[in-house]
């Protein structure tokens, strides 16, 4: 622990960069995997031919899956040049590996090229460093095979649960989010919350979503089939208190009402909560989340959302004392969540009073009835605490009190940090130090440009425990790279489905010929 402390120390000073110069080029760029791991010795002046591979996994079973995994994803990536996958004995690879299912190592030197690991997902996390480092071999016009630096890694995550929350916003196309699914992977995130955003299909209820929902379930499949092969868990989100338009405030837009007011009943007046006094509430919500559940594949976690709600509007939620109203919708909606085999996950806001001192410049928006829910909801719903450090976003922060609240509430906590960079890692180590339940990076809006880059490099950094890996000069080159890997692994021909941005310059600069 001590190790990664100081290192996001050396990180936050500037010494963490993308340089690894030598003695001809003091300033010369080395490739660095993102995330950046725990131990890397390289040499980048003397590269090994990437021609085989000898993998070692202790576990028989793990073993071979590990090898087949390899071995396909090594054709699929380097086609006719794909190395060679040989397993060997894990007892004699001479390459030791830390505890942990996640963990690894890669070995490259003059005797060829070794990755080590405890199971098929440690093979994953080694593949992708591994491919991160390797360039065709240089001095000819097409590429005739591979390579990559001498080297020595050993790795580990830090946390657990390290996922990336994605929304599908119209018009965001499909293939973006397939596109950020598959770097999370690449950046070793397993798991990825998806917020539709009136952008699922339902065929239990057609009326709910907006009339181009492009999530309709083979695409929902699709997409969970994609993560599990790389390694990450979709997990379906539905708001179920407030954000019941499933569109940004600022539009004034709902995907429901605006098209299909005979189902007002089911809402607040405004549209902005569902109507918790409603039975018929209950009974369509419990019925999406069993068709979406079923849909990505019936995965342990269920994301419910919960932020951001209004106080009680409609004649009969004015009559019930609101926390308990709440609460009572809460439990009752995690129950049935619970009894799918799966547990709930929520935003933490409507849990913490905006009026108690002790949350000053923390993001509260609860009330002193909202707030009671910390002690009457089930301690199985885990809290997704996000806080964004809004007005500073180079804040560092190194204690997290909402984090501790809840967590000495005994309710497993996530931190969950947005374009708040420099305060990732301290919250990665803060949540790691209480023994929470991990990092969950939030994305909204913007999944574009460099906010996109940012995000991913830094909340990667953060959840794994190592600095964030810095741009290069000019250009990030590592970034750029991974984000490559993912285009070619689509075979996308659409240039908009390249780079961070689906155009070079907005369309609306130069007028129609």
Wanted: aromatic letters at 12%; a neutral charge.
């Amino acid at each position: 622990m001590n190790i990664r402390i100081s290192l996001f120390a050396l990180a936050l000073l500037g010494v963490s960069s993308a340089s690894g110069g030598n003695a001809v080029n003091p300033d010369a760029i080395e490739l660095t995997p993102i995330p950046r791991p725990v131990e890397m010795k390289l040499d980048a002046d003397s590269p090994v031919a990437l021609e085989g591979v000898a993998l070692f996994v202790g576990d028989a079973g793990e073993a071979k899956a590990g090898a087949e995994w390899l071995a396909s994803h090594f054709r699929e990536w380097y086609g006719d040049l794909a190395p060679k996958v040989a397993q060997g004995n894990a007892a004699e690879s001479g390459v030791p590996v830390p505890e942990g299912d996640e963990s690894y190592a890669v070995v490259a030197d003059k005797s060829g090229v070794r990755i080590a690991a405890n199971s098929l997902k440690g093979v994953r996390w080694a593949a992708y460093t591994l491919r991160q480092l390797a360039t065709a071999k240089r001095g000819t016009f097409r590429t005739a095979g591979y390579q990559v630096p001498t080297m020595k890694i050993v790795d580990k995550p830090l946390l657990k649960f390290r996922g990336v929350h994605l929304c599908i916003i119209d018009p965001m196309r499909v293939t973006q989010i397939e596109r950020a699914i598959r770097l999370a992977a690449m950046m070793k995130f397993n798991y990825v919350v998806l917020e539709s955003w009136g952008m699922y299909k339902s065929s239990r209820h057609p009326w709910w979503g907006w009339p181009n929902a492009a999530l309709d379930k083979e695409t929902v499949r699709r997409l969970v089939a994609v993560g599990r092969d790389l390694g990450v868990t979709l997990i379906p989100q539905i708001n179920m208190f407030g954000h019941a338009s499933s569109a940004r405030s600022a539009t004034m837009k709902h995907c429901v009402l605006d098209f299909s007011p005979e189902y007002e009943p089911l809402f607040e007046p405004g549209g902005w909560n569902w109507c918790l006094s409603n039975p018929e509430t209950q009974r369509v919500l419990r019925e999406l989340i069993a068709e979406m559940h079923e849909s990505f594949g019936n995965p342990p976690f269920f994301h419910i959302g919960c932020d951001e709600a209004q106080p009680p509007t409609c004649s009969e939620c004015r009559k019930v004392p609101y926390g308990e109203l709440v609460c009572r919708h809460i439990t009752g909606i995690a129950d049935f969540i619970k009894s799918r085999g799966a547990q709930a996950m929520m935003w933490h806001d409507m849990l913490l009073d905006k009026d108690d001192g002790r949350w000053k410049g923390f993001v509260a928006f609860g009330s002193k009835a909202t707030a009671t829910l910390a002690d009457t909801l089930p301690k199985d719903v885990v809290i997704c605490d996000w806080q964004y450090s809004y007005g500073d976003m180079k804040e560092v922060r190194k204690d997290w009190p909402t984090i501790g609240y809840f967590k000495e509430k005994g309710f497993p906590v996530c931190g969950a940090p947005w374009r708040n960079y420099n305060s990732m890692g301290p919250m990665a180590e803060y949540v790691s130090r209480v023994g929470g339940f991990g990092l969950l990076l939030t994305t909204w809006n913007h999944l574009r440009g460099g906010d996109w880059r940012d995000m991913y490099v830094y909340g990667a950094g953060a959840a794994w425990g190592t600095p964030p890996v810095r741009k290069a000069p000019m250009y990030d080159t590592s970034f750029a790279l991974a984000l490559r890997f993912v285009g070619h692994d689509m075979h996308v021909t659409d240039k908009r489905d390249t780079g961070i941005y689906d155009f070079e310059v907005p369309p609306g600069w130069w007028p129609p010929w």
